[in-house]
């Protein structure tokens, strides 16, 4: 199947840049990781539902307010429902289509089309035939694709983990990873019994040290998850340690080899890591965040003991 052909219409007709007729002129600033994120074109009603899904992390920028020179600019236009393919998405994972190009990437999904462009920085834009209930989850699912192409730009990604912190904040943070039912949410839900603070059981962002030697810093995304207010703000918290998790009878860690953990990070960097164009630099980053992080393999029972075999030790 081509790309594009299991949600749109025409994809031969995918736009090949970015322009069209804007939804307004209402224009939002997201303070996420790598940003600030500057998306202009929104009508009242999409502006009104980003600034309820992510609260105090948008704000709004008057219609004619030049973005700074270091935000990500952002597009918004309208497309024809027909334009999108009806899906049952009953009993369906969620996964969008993308085609990767040197200069570009192009995405489709339900109810959008989006693509990002280089020249020279980063930009995007996303056209969708929904301004309602529904435009929340598309404007978000965009935002997860152009922060994920600008943290690895900056030599950070985004991964799928459970990250859980120790107070008080300067203490760290834990990244918890693994595939799709490996127990992330379980994991975090036992966390929070223990008086631990989830800053994300879906995704999170890990972004490198602020000085030399400095530990990689762990960053929470206001993403949707299953735990936690995702739009609450928390302060970048050092990485403490990287661990693939698998549940079991009894409490352990063992290690995990450089190349395992090479591999688990990059399963777990969604995005890019289907993107051909962009693998070498993928690599580079994550080996360096992985050298500068120790790495281990814990199995957790639904005890919750797991915390006591983490807390007294240096991994």
């Not at 992510?54 to 700074?68: K, Q």
């Not at 631990?196 to 995704?203: E, G």
Request: with cysteine; net charge negative.
């Amino acid at each position: 199947m081509s790309f594009g052909e299991r949600f749109l219409t025409f994809p031969d007709l995918f736009p090949a840049r970015r322009a069209g007729e804007p939804w307004g002129e209402r224009q939002v600033s997201l303070d996420l990781p790598g940003g600030p994120y500057r998306v202009a074109g929104l009508s009242d009603r999409q502006a009104e539902a980003a600034g309820e899904r992510f609260g105090a992390l948008c704000r709004e920028e008057g219609p004619h307010t030049e973005a700074a020179g270091d935000a990500v600019r952002g597009l918004l236009f309208r497309a024809p429902a027909s334009d999108f393919r009806a899906v049952d998405t009953r009993g369906w994972e969620y996964a969008m289509d993308f085609e990767h190009g040197e200069s570009s990437v192009r995405l489709a999904g339900l109810h959008l089309m989006a693509r990002l462009d280089w020249a020279p920085a980063l930009s995007g834009a996303l056209w969708t035939s929904e301004e309602g209930p529904l435009f929340p989850g598309i404007f978000e699912n965009f935002l997860r694709v152009q922060v994920a192409y600008r943290l690895l730009a900056l030599g950070g990604v985004v991964l799928h983990s459970a990250g859980i912190a120790e107070e008080p904040p300067g203490k760290g943070a834990f990244l918890f990873l693994g595939p799709s039912g490996a127990g992330k949410t379980t994991l975090s839900r036992l966390s929070e019994a223990c008086g631990r603070t989830v800053l994300s059981d879906d995704m999170n962002a890990l972004l490198p040290g602020p000085g030399p030697g400095e530990p990689p810093r762990v960053v929470k995304l206001p993403f949707t998850g299953d735990l936690g207010e995702r739009r609450e703000a928390h302060p970048p918290r050092p990485l403490r340690g990287l661990l693939r998790i698998e549940k079991g009878p009894a409490d352990a860690l063992r290690p995990l080899s450089s190349a395992a953990t090479l591999a688990l990070l990059v399963a777990c960097s969604p995005f890019v890591n289907a993107d051909p164009h962009r693998q070498d630099l993928l690599l580079g980053v994550l080996s360096g965040l992985a050298r500068a992080a120790p790495a281990r393999v814990l199995t957790f029972s639904l005890a919750g003991g797991f915390w006591d075999i983490l807390t007294p030790i240096s991994l």
